[in-house]
């Protein structure tokens, strides 16, 4: 057997750097989703997978949340290059079985890549590694229930147990799995939101009283002004551009927030219009704000303070144009004042050491915002992982709320999520302090009590592992190992549990770091069909805008007694809590219509959910629908923020970690870049060409990335600096190789999120 090299030094050697495109898809994303495609899956999978991409009968993407249009204006191929690759990623002909782990111990998986696990190919067989053992072995599947369910059934606390999920999970399984964890006792229910959208969720349920975006498609296409802050949707949700070159076409405006010049914020080509496979194609952003990392709190104040200032001189609620929407203040909103006065107090200065903006871009912005009738502001990432992130976040609600953009046709905000069911596992009860309301449903569903204290979140089950104080890892998908902070110390976290479960489609991170006992329980991904004892089944899911709908999958699985994830959530509940809650999960398992049904006992919005899944549904919000705010004070809030930043000592810059083209999440598609012109390697860090002789490097010189926090450094070995016109000041490198530099204790207020946009960095010799 051929020595394994250490798992970051893959690939790179062939590393080429050439010049950053311009735009985004046209021709050649037809051709790499087509080929990746054709290469995983073959002709007739792929012909017949992506005619069922996003359409009515077929299956949802397990790409992004962004939104399908109405059923009957779909185009015939209502998908895009990255959402391709998802598929092709799932529905692989390649596959890891019983043969594959006996040849692979423990320490040969331990030092490949991301990649080269990924590119194995689909689990196949559940598989069990025993105490003291090297590798896993492939076991029969009631063997490895009971393994399972007995280990679980032995912990002298249920609240030794962590069950995470991932954001593909969907509304039926998640709701099984967030029954099984509770009718077992306990809400350790983290999940990959707490390291994704969790500040969004936790700012917009205290001022808007929703914990979600308040836009729909139609509102993103016909609008003024779309503010995109934080977000790269060229890479991480395509389909977005096409609403945004609709959105151009109805005369709107578009600005970029971002310390990056995004390739896909700056042109599109379309691929299904013919002007955009032979044309220029259609500009999108009309500005670029080209902030400082974690600049955006004082940039909304900033803006914030400048409508103020500019209603005032208009002359104020009486003036013939008002900047301000006095009115909806005055009916809707509270804490006005208090706002207002803080913000006189705003200091110029700090604003621009903060966002290394000039006065002049800010007030470009304010022109756009104050010449807008209508205006959007769409989010993500580059917003939610910061330490001030959730006041960041309350920020923009309070520039929106200044002119009425909130609950209004083509206004609103837009917290655009990732996992394309992400916002629905949430909905189905998947966290750690659900209200006591949906418990108290919970509880007289199905005659039990489930626990009231709350669970831990992502970020505290790690800790929770790390002190010995949970034992047992349950993953419903995911990969917390390679996706959460400072990858040591999650792996030893991992590693030091009694037992690891992994429900998962793909090999992964964490598969390498068992417990003493470590299960695989390989399951059926969106495209599978899944057939049970009550016939065929669909299941469905919620996008990032409230709309639910079904997905039915049409593969021939890669193993014929490959469970779903309900089947393995029922096979699991059976022999752990079959006599602690009125459940049956047998008849769940056998028609998922019957999970649905309690759904709509449940879960508000869901009534009469079986009958009206196939059509697909858009859930209540109170807040768009009918300016109707469920906060502490039944009004929107007006909050204030102090104005805080991270401060760079000298020597060090600020680092964001952030997704390149050619993946998902830890799922790395291969190794290119392509917008930004990396080809053939990862281990990157993008650094302004100014910075770089500040520092006295040079693009190309190969150095450590040491990050600093109070509890001390954490080192990256081996990164190729690249000039980039990044913002003054900040830099960038991929995520996860770059996770071994984000603290562990370093999480947003509130949130409890992992900073991972906000790293204090140097660079040493490696
Ligand atoms: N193909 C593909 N699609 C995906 C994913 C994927 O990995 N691949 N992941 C999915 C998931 S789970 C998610 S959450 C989304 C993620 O979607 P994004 O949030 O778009 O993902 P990131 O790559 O993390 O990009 C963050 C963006 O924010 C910018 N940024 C970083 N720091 C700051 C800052 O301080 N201020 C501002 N204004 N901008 C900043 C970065 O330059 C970058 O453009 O995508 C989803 N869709
Ligand atoms: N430094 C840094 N860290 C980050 C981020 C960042 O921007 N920077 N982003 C954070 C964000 S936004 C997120 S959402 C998290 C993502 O965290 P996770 O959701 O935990 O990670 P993924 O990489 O999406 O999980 C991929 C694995 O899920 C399994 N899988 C895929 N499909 C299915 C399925 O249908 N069923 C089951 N059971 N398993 C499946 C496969 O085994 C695959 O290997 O990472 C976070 N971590
Ligand atoms: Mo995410």
Same mark, same amino acid.
């Given at each position: ?298 940039? @909304? ?171 047992? @890892? ?293």
């Amino acid at each position: 057997m051929h020595k394994a090299a250490p798992a970051h030094d893959q690939g790179d050697e062939d590393l080429e750097v050439r010049q950053p495109d311009d735009h985004a898809a046209g021709v050649p994303a037809v051709l790499v989703s087509l080929r990746d495609s054709v290469r995983q899956m073959g002709v007739g999978r792929t012909v017949s997978s992506l005619r069922r991409l996003n359409q009515h009968d077929g299956f949802d993407c397990p790409g992004c949340a962004w939104p399908d249009p109405a059923p009957g204006h779909r185009s015939p191929a209502e998908f895009c290059e990255n959402g391709a690759k998802a598929v092709a990623e799932e529905a692989t002909r390649r596959t890891v079985g019983a043969d594959f782990l006996a040849r692979h111990p423990l320490s040969d998986l331990a030092g490949r890549s991301d990649h080269w696990l990924g590119q194995q190919g689909r689990l196949t067989t559940p598989a069990v590694r025993r105490p003291g053992s090297d590798r896993y072995e492939a076991v029969g599947w009631d063997e490895a229930y009971d393994v399972v369910a007995a280990e679980l059934a032995a912990l002298a606390d249920p609240d030794e147990a962590i069950f995470y999920t991932s954001g593909r999970t969907s509304n039926e399984a998640a709701f099984a799995y967030q029954l099984l964890a509770r009718a077992f006792g306990t809400n350790n229910l983290p999940d990959c939101s707490n390291m994704c959208h969790e500040s969004s969720g936790a700012a917009l349920n205290e001022t808007i009283g929703v914990g979600k975006g308040t836009v729909l498609l139609d509102d993103v296409e016909d609008t003024d002004l779309i503010i995109i802050v934080g977000q790269n949707p060229g890479t991480n949700h395509p389909r977005m551009l096409t609403s945004l070159e609709k959105a151009k076409e109805g005369g709107a405006r578009i600005v970029a927030v971002n310390p990056l010049p995004e390739a896909g914020l700056r042109r599109f080509k379309n691929p299904q219009r013919p002007s955009g496979v032979v044309g220029p194609g259609t500009d999108l952003a009309d500005r670029l704000l080209q902030i400082r990392v974690n600049g955006d709190l004082a940039l @909304f104040q900033a803006l914030g303070a400048r409508l103020l200032a500019a209603d005032e001189a208009a002359g104020g609620a009486t003036a013939a144009e008002p900047v301000l929407d006095h009115d909806f203040i005055a009916t809707h909103t509270d804490g006005f004042e208090d706002y207002a006065a803080h913000l006189a107090a705003l200091d110029p200065d700090e604003v621009a050491a903060a966002t290394g903006l000039t006065p002049g871009e800010i007030d470009g912005l304010v022109d756009e915002v104050v010449a807008a009738d209508r205006i959007i502001v769409c989010w993500a990432m580059g917003l939610t992982q910061h330490r001030n992130s959730v006041a960041t976040i309350r920020e923009v609600v309070n520039f929106l709320l200044l002119r009425g953009n909130i609950g209004r046709q083509g206004a609103g905000a837009c917290p655009v999520r990732g996992h394309s069911n992400v916002q629905g596992d949430r909905t189905m009860g998947i966290w750690e302090k659900m209200p006591d309301a949906f418990l108290d449903r919970l509880a007289e569903e199905f005659s039990f009590s489930p626990p009231r204290h709350h669970g831990h979140d992502t970020v505290a089950s790690i800790r929770a592992m790390a002190a010995g104080e949970a034992r047992a @890892f349950v993953g419903m998908g995911g990969n917390i190992v390679a996706a959460g902070p400072d990858t040591e110390a999650t792996a030893a976290a991992l590693a030091g549990c009694r037992l690891t479960v992994q429900v998962s489609t793909k090999l992964n991170r964490s598969h390498t770091v068992p417990g003493e006992v470590g299960v695989i329980l390989p399951c059926k991904g969106r495209t599978d069909l899944d057939v049970q004892a009550g016939g065929l089944q669909q299941v469905s899911v919620e996008d990032s805008m409230g709309e639910v709908h079904a997905s039915r999958g049409h593969l021939e699985p890669p193993a014929p007694d490959l469970p779903s994830e309900v089947e393995v959530i029922s096979q699991v509940a059976r022999r752990l809590v079959a006599d602690r809650a009125a459940v049956d999960w047998e008849g769940l398992q056998a028609d998922y219509g019957r999970i649905r049904d309690h759904i709509g006992h449940v879960v508000p919005g869901f009534e009469d959910y079986d009958a009206r899944v196939g059509d697909g549904f858009t859930l209540p919000n109170p807040a768009r629908d009918s300016r109707t705010f469920r906060t502490e004070t039944g009004r929107a809030r007006f909050t204030v923020n102090d104005l805080t930043w991270v401060a760079v000592p000298e020597g060090h810059l600020l680092l964001q970690t952030l997704r390149s083209h050619d993946q998902y999440n830890t799922t790395i598609y291969g190794l290119d870049d392509r917008y930004r012109g990396i080809h053939q390697g990862r281990r990157v860090v993008f650094v302004h060409p100014a910075d770089l002789s500040d520092l006295g490097r040079a693009d190309g010189d190969v150095v450590d990335v040491v990050s600093v926090w109070d509890d001390g450094e954490r080192r990256a070995p081996a990164f190729r600096l690249v000039a980039y016109p990044v913002a003054r000041g900040t830099a960038a490198a991929y995520f996860p190789e770059a996770n071994v530099l984000v603290p562990l204790e370093s999480t947003a207020e509130v949130s409890g999120t992992p900073t991972s946009k906000s790293l204090v960095v140097r660079f040493e010799p490696t």
